[in-house]
């Protein structure tokens, strides 16, 4: 039973491109969360997707979207990128709660 | 709005050594996680507390939550070396989303 999967593992971008991340959710989770973890700090919720909407929203820009697909699936974008969202991001699933199983992250590295 | 805060930020400690990590929040919940992470690694559930008077045990670790008293501790018994990564707890407001807390980096040393 694959736990959450998370791709890319690393990537690169220059300011102002925009970038993709993509999550699998584990088998039978319905609830994919993003989180934003800077070098040295705790997590931060980005927003949540469940049913292929979003059911709520961190304090973070509009630069950040994301969407869920039917197959429970999502993507993480991020536009007009800046240094300061160098960060490993991290998505998380879950189903009615009470346990959240993380994936391994993308790194993503913005000069 | 929630805050999470944990103390000490980082722990130096000796093998063999006891010790515990606190985990205080500002707002009543009585849902709590802990979370191991290693360098550049993702998140390791550790324990998952639900109830005031929670208390999970597991190898070297344990917590336990005061839902009243808004804490969590991460109780360490004789530590070894493995255990050495940066320790979160994490609240949930019955909001389903986790507020992290700054994290503890725990150094463990022979």
């Known amino acids: 039973d694959a736990g959450v999967t998370q791709s890319p593992t690393h990537l690169i971008k220059t300011r102002g491109q925009q970038v993709t991340l993509r999550c699998s959710p584990k088998?039978?989770?319905?609830?994919v969360s993003w989180y934003q973890q800077a070098l040295g700090q705790g997590p931060q919720f980005i927003f949540q997707y469940y049913e292929e909407e979003e059911r709520q929203r961190g304090n973070f820009p509009d630069r950040f979207s994301g969407h869920q697909f039917p197959n429970y699936s999502s993507e993480l974008n991020v536009n007009a990128l800046l240094l300061g969202d160098s960060a490993l991001y991290l998505c998380?699933?879950?189903?009615?709660?009470?346990?959240?199983?993380f994936g391994s992250g993308t790194r993503l590295t913005v000069v | 709005e929630l805050k999470v805060e944990q103390n000490p930020l980082f722990l130096s400690m000796q093998e063999g050594k006891n010790y515990t990590i606190y985990c205080n929040y500002s707002?009543?919940?009585?849902?709590l996680y802990w979370y191991r992470q290693d360098p550049g690694k993702s998140l390791e559930s550790l324990f998952v507390l639900l109830s005031n008077g929670a208390v999970k045990q597991e190898g070297r670790l344990m917590a336990s939550l005061d839902t009243k008293a808004r804490l969590s501790t991460l109780h360490i018994t004789a530590a070894v070396h493995d255990l050495s990564a940066t320790y979160f707890c994490?609240?949930?407001?019955?909001?389903?989303?986790?507020?992290f807390g700054t994290g503890t980096r725990l150094q463990v040393f022979p």
């Open positions: 998380a699933s879950s189903s009615r709660v009470l346990s959240y199983t």
């Open positions: 994490a609240v949930d407001l019955n909001t389903d989303k986790l507020i």
């Open positions: 707002t009543t919940s009585d849902r």
């Open positions: 088998s039978g989770h319905d609830t």
